[in-house]
């Protein structure tokens, strides 16, 4: 086994303000950027305060910024760096900082709250729900998310732009309207709701300019950008210009009632 020296600089601080702390620590074979964290706070750095549960990627906890990019702590191998390097670890940016590298990621617990959730459709019962195999597949990808917020930490509508956070929910739960909207069984529109409006009007939409940054950063390997955020802006824009799509959801509707 091999082991040697690495530097890293790590954001150390709260609300108030911090700054950049370096540090040199032992690297072993096969460790990841937790493991590193780990051995800080046993061996320096007791008060080092960090989030982590599952260190296998699927908890969504561990999210912080890898010399400047949002990445899981505990996916990223030691491996990738060049020993020589200095690897710097900061708090996610788009959210406010408790302590050294935890944010408060309660912005996306109360976007979270803003979608309706799915409305069973009428007259079939729970377990006599029946959907084609490609519907199943579609809303599956969705549901791999693991909710660790690193596409809403690196959309540009609020990575820089706090203001935009009262009107924008982001990629991660645009996306979850997309799925409910793209579900078959779905009733929402029967119940009054429009999606495809309250996507535009409520989640803000328009905000994203498709430019797949929230893709790249996925550690579920999740096609937000292709698979729901341009399905969605597409649904809405048929809904919104297209006199015989509106007409055919009224009389739809009509005719239900
Ligand atoms: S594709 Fe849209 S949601 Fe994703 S990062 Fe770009 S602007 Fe944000
Ligand atoms: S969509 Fe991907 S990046 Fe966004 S919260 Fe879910 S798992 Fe994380
Ligand atoms: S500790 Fe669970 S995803 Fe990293």
């Known amino acids: 086994m091999s082991t040697y020296d690495a530097s890293f600089r790590i954001w150390r601080g709260?609300?108030?303000?911090g700054e950049l702390r370096d540090f040199t620590v032992e690297v072993n074979d096969g460790e990841v950027v937790l493991d590193i964290v780990h051995r800080l706070q046993a061996t320096q750095t007791p008060d080092l305060a960090v989030r982590w549960n599952c260190k296998?990627?699927?908890c969504g906890s561990c999210s912080a910024e890898i010399n400047g990019r949002p990445r899981l702590m505990c996916m990223?191998?030691?491996s990738t760096f060049e020993r020589s390097e200095t690897i710097t670890v900061t708090p996610l940016r788009a959210f406010p900082v408790v302590r050294d590298l935890v944010t408060d990621v309660s912005f996306n617990y109360a976007k979270a709250r803003e979608v309706p959730a799915f409305v069973p459709p009428r007259g079939?019962?729970?377990?006599?729900?029946?959907?084609?195999?490609?519907d199943v597949d579609r809303s599956q990808e969705f549901r791999k998310c693991i909710e660790c917020f690193l596409c809403q930490d690196t959309c540009?509508?609020?990575?820089d732009h706090e203001e935009n956070k009262t009107?924008?929910?982001?990629?991660?739960?645009l996306m979850r309207v997309a799925e409910l909207d793209?579900?078959?069984?779905d009733a929402a529109e029967e119940a009054g709701l429009d999606r495809k409006r309250t996507a535009q009007e409520e989640h803000g939409l328009g905000y994203c300019n498709i430019t797949k940054c929230c893709t790249e950063v996925c550690p579920e390997g999740i096609k937000i950008t292709d698979n729901a955020l341009i399905p969605l802006k597409e649904r809405a824009v048929d809904r919104k210009y297209d006199p015989l799509v509106w007409l055919g959801s009224k009389i739809?509707?009509?005719a239900d009632t």
């Not at 709260?14 to 303000?17: C, L, R, T, Y």
């Not at 793209?182 to 069984?185: D, F, G």
Request: net charge positive.
């Open 14 to 17: 709260d609300a108030e303000g």
């Open 56 to 58: 296998a990627g699927k």
């Open 76 to 78: 990223t191998r030691m």
């Open 124 to 134: 079939v019962a729970p377990g006599a729900y029946r959907m084609q195999q490609v």
């Open 156 to 159: 540009h509508v609020v990575r």
């Open 167 to 173: 009107a924008f929910a982001g990629p991660r739960f």
């Open 182 to 185: 793209m579900h078959p069984l």
């Open 252 to 254: 739809r509707r009509r």
